[in-house]
């Protein structure tokens, strides 16, 4: 029988990590290209956008072709 710690991280759904991953993805790369603080943020919040908005976008039109499998 499994702990139910276990059964606990079965059970959650991964795809929240995205998010997460994201936003170090978007920092690290803007912090690799800019030097001032304010921009590095301003950047990397455009790009968290960018990013999670085309992960979205082929979410939903993966989504609607499956819909009738």
């Known amino acids: ?3 139910a710690f276990l ?3 079965v059970a959650q759904n991964t795809t929240w990590y995205v998010l997460p991953l994201a ?3 978007s920092l690290v790369y803007s912090a690799s290209r ?3 603080t304010e921009r ?3 950047r990397a919040a455009r ?3 960018t990013i ?3 992960m979205l976008t082929v979410f939903v039109v993966l989504w609607l ?3 009738n499998l």
């Open 40 to 42: 590095i943020l301003k």
């Open 1 to 3: 029988m499994m702990p």
């Open 65 to 67: 072709l499956s819909a």
């Open 34 to 36: 800019y030097e001032l």
């Open 47 to 49: 790009l968290f956008v």
């Open 23 to 25: 936003a170090a993805i």
């Open 7 to 9: 059964l606990l991280a």
């Open 52 to 54: 999670t908005g085309f």
